[in-house]
């Protein structure tokens, strides 16, 4: 039941796991934060063996998913994007991104290019259904604020480093590399990194390619960072797991 | 009858291939991209001609403009809505001009005091109006069928049927200046290619912005940026389990073909080709690695107050995309809400001189108070026009022609306003009428013309031959006339529209 129930999050997370805001940002904040000479220590990264029961779980191998037959996503919108990303990155929601410093992103500057409303001022009662050509710009400009923000307060206090702290004051090698990679895939996608994921990573990096496959961890909150969500989540037909798998979220 | 003009049958297969392929991923995204500053049109040679929707939101009266009747002209003059001889000018061709003083707008104690004739007289010459009957008195319904010619083409808009005709290949064709009115209403034929549609800008001055994907965000490196996006599409997202499962979503192939034009979009420098914004306080452009258009100067100096005025603000940035590439039809419009400066005001002590930039519900505060509303927002659309006529006047096209020269400016509004008032009150509340007429401003236009007339005995206009332009008092002209009149005069292909011809209205 227990591997059951893991599976059964994962592939829920990896819903999640867009090539968007979250993908952008994992691969902007990857490459921001590998400076040249930075150590630190961090909490480590969970692995397999952190698993409750003290038994390795498989390692996850290709899910077996098939590809969605209608495909019916929705845009999470400017504000459910900077709530991920300040819940990911540990920023407060007013500090993920400011235009000029001055107007916030999701609140003002891009509200409506991000599909949001302003009913006050604007008139406008009612989002978009259809994306702008600017709203990709928009969704990188909030990440990449995102991300400056948060390695600059890692970068400022080590000890209080919450995504590159292995990455501070000490050059990089195989280990931190991999574990910053692991950390951002956990705190911006909600899950762990494939193999795949850590390996097409590593190469863009300069990285060693890495042997050994990551594990997804024991808990992991959803805190998926991208602007697509699936409308609907698909749920177990198996009233039992059902119930676990909402007990297990709510941990 | 219809259009007689056609195509380039290159030009069709074009639009045909991106109808066909809009949902297709490369193709889309080859269709939304701005190749570079100048409108880029590889395949079809035509050169495009503009529109801008300028929005007379809440019922523009041509009586109280253009159309204004003198009071020895009329059997009713106490009780219909008429002018004293001396407020009303024959300012050029068959246009007229209301001159109007009042020491409150209503309730509003703003001082007014204002001439229609400068404006007419110094733009009359490419000024035409045509008297209409329209088909509702709802605000959004009426608004959404002045640019749609109440559904006149598959519930097609002006400003798509301009883009389709004119804009594929450019960023934004058609682009949405102003929130809140149906002006800018979506058509309902879907069959379009999406680049027809229009696209909202709420807020001109930072939009820009969010055309460039990290210039001005601190600490961003655009060498980086560019790494980041090929590990991105190349690498995480093939690796990716939602890529495998959703990679057939629609809204993904859209997002992602939007996406890769992300580039080209950047190339094209609009965060600075855009940006009117001034430096300062309030756009620290230098702290942030920018810079304002080359032209932002002068069009700051014909929108004087465009941080505090939105209608500002839109034509300011209508120009800047019509003239930098960017789109072939804008819609800006007066909002409903008050707009103002300095204090509140009070009876004692009023609202500054200038101060008041629109009346709370625009035209549609006649309701309150009839003629000083209609003075003060005509006044306002006039002063708009023709700001937005000298810049482009000023900016070469190509070949000596300047942007005017291939653009119009259609003034569409709600509906007309009941024409009769409390016998002699210089100043009343008036309701909606469907009888009424639209201005638009174009070299492409038989200017200085009204096309039809008004009964001055009951302030009702009548119809025109749309052959001819000579009135006829029996006849009434319909939106479907308007809208194809418009589509002609801006060269726009109507064939198998089954839409009118109006050649009365084209130069």
């Known amino acids: 039941v227990s591997h059951k129930l893991l599976n059964t999050y994962a592939w829920s997370a990896n819903l999640k796991s867009a090539g968007s805001a979250g993908a952008f940002l994992l691969a902007t904040c990857s490459l921001a934060g590998c400076p040249d000479d930075k150590t630190g220590a961090i909490a480590p990264v969970p692995t397999a063996t952190a698993t409750p029961t003290g038994t390795p779980p498989p390692p996850p191998g290709p899910l077996q998913t098939p590809a969605a037959k209608n495909g019916r996503l929705k845009f999470k919108g400017g504000d459910r994007i900077t709530a991920d990303l300040a819940s990911a990155l540990a920023l407060e929601p007013s500090a993920v991104c400011k235009e000029f410093g001055l107007y916030d992103c999701a609140g003002l500057a891009h509200k409506i290019t991000l599909g949001g409303v302003e009913p006050y001022n604007l008139t406008v009662y009612q989002a978009s259904t259809e994306r702008g050509v600017s709203t990709a710009n928009a969704v990188e400009r909030l990440a990449l604020s995102a991300c400056h923000m948060r390695m600059e307060k890692d970068f400022a206090d080590k000890g209080k480093a919450k995504l590159f702290g292995e990455l501070v004051g000490a050059a990089p090698s195989e280990a931190s590399l991999s574990a910053v990679a692991s950390r951002l895939y956990l705190k911006l996608l909600g899950r762990a990194a494939t193999t795949e994921e850590i390996q097409a990573w590593s190469v863009s990096t300069q990285m060693p390619k890495l042997r050994q496959r990551r594990t997804p961890p024991k808990t992991m909150q959803p805190t998926a960072v991208s602007p697509w969500r699936p409308r609907k989540r698909r749920s177990s037909t198996d009233p039992v797991e059902r119930s676990l798998v909402q007990r297990l979220r709510k941990l | ?507």
């Open chain 2, 1 to 507: 009858m219809t259009n007689s003009k056609t195509t380039p049958s290159l030009s069709l297969s074009r639009r045909d291939l991106l109808r066909g392929a809009s949902a297709t991923a490369g193709a889309y995204a080859a269709s939304q991209v701005l190749g570079g500053s100048r409108i880029a049109r590889a395949d079809d040679k035509r050169p495009p001609k503009f529109l801008i929707v300028l929005g007379a939101s809440g019922g523009a009266s041509v009586i109280d403009g253009p159309m204004a009747i003198r009071a020895t002209e009329s059997k009713n003059a106490r009780t219909v809505n008429c002018y004293e001889d001396a407020n009303v000018t024959t300012a050029l061709g068959d246009l007229r001009a209301v001159k109007h003083v009042a020491p409150s707008v209503g309730p509003i104690p703003y001082a007014i005091d204002i001439d229609q004739a400068s404006f007419i007289r110094k733009y009359g010459v490419d000024m035409q109006v045509v008297t209409a009957t329209t088909t509702s008195v709802n605000h959004s319904v009426a608004q959404r069928r002045s640019v749609t010619g109440n559904e006149a083409w598959r519930g097609r808009t002006l400003q798509e049927l301009v883009a389709l005709e004119y804009g594929s290949g450019l960023a934004l064709p058609n682009v949405h200046l102003s929130t809140g009115s149906e002006f800018t209403a979506r058509g309902t034929d879907g069959s379009l290619p999406a680049y027809a549609f229009g696209e909202t800008i709420a807020d001109p001055l930072l939009w820009p912005l969010s055309t460039h994907g990290s210039r001005g965000i601190a600490g961003a490196n655009q060498d980086m940026v560019a790494r980041a996006r090929t590990l991105r599409d190349d690498k995480l997202r093939k690796a990716s389990q939602f890529s495998r499962i959703f990679d057939g979503a629609p809204n993904l192939k859209k997002w992602r073909a939007l996406r890769a034009g992300q580039e080209q979009f950047e190339k094209a420098d609009l965060i600075t080709k855009l940006m009117l914004a001034a430096e300062g306080d309030a756009y620290p452009l230098r702290n942030a690695g920018l810079s304002e258009a080359p032209v932002a100067a002068g069009v700051r100096a014909k929108f004087p107050n465009f941080e505090r005025d939105p209608l500002e603000a839109q034509a300011a940035m209508a120009f800047l995309m019509i003239t930098q590439g960017v789109s072939v039809t804008a819609t800006i419009s007066a909002s409903f809400g008050f707009v103002y400066t300095g204090k509140p005001g009070s009876a004692d002590e009023p609202l500054e001189a200038g101060g008041v930039k629109n009346l709370p519900i625009a035209f549609d505060f006649s309701h309150t108070s009839h003629r000083a509303a209609q003075a003060f927002m005509w006044e306002r659309m006039y002063r708009t026009a023709g700001s937005l006529i000298d810049l482009l006047k000023a900016t070469e096209y190509a070949g000596g022609e300047s942007y005017w020269d291939r653009a119009m400016i259609y003034i569409p509004t709600d509906f007309g306003r009941t024409k009769v008032r409390p016998e002699d009150a210089p100043d009343f509340g008036s309701g909606h009428d469907l009888n009424n007429g639209f201005v638009m401003l174009s070299p492409m236009l038989k200017g200085g013309r009204v096309l039809g007339g008004v009964d001055p005995d009951s302030g009702m206009t009548y119809g025109f031959s749309l052959a001819t332009g000579a009135p006829e008092k029996g006849r009434t002209t319909s939106e479907k006339e308007v809208f194809g009149g418009i589509l002609n005069t801006l060269g726009v292909t109507t064939t198998g529209s089954g839409l009118p011809d109006v050649p009365a209205m084209r130069r």
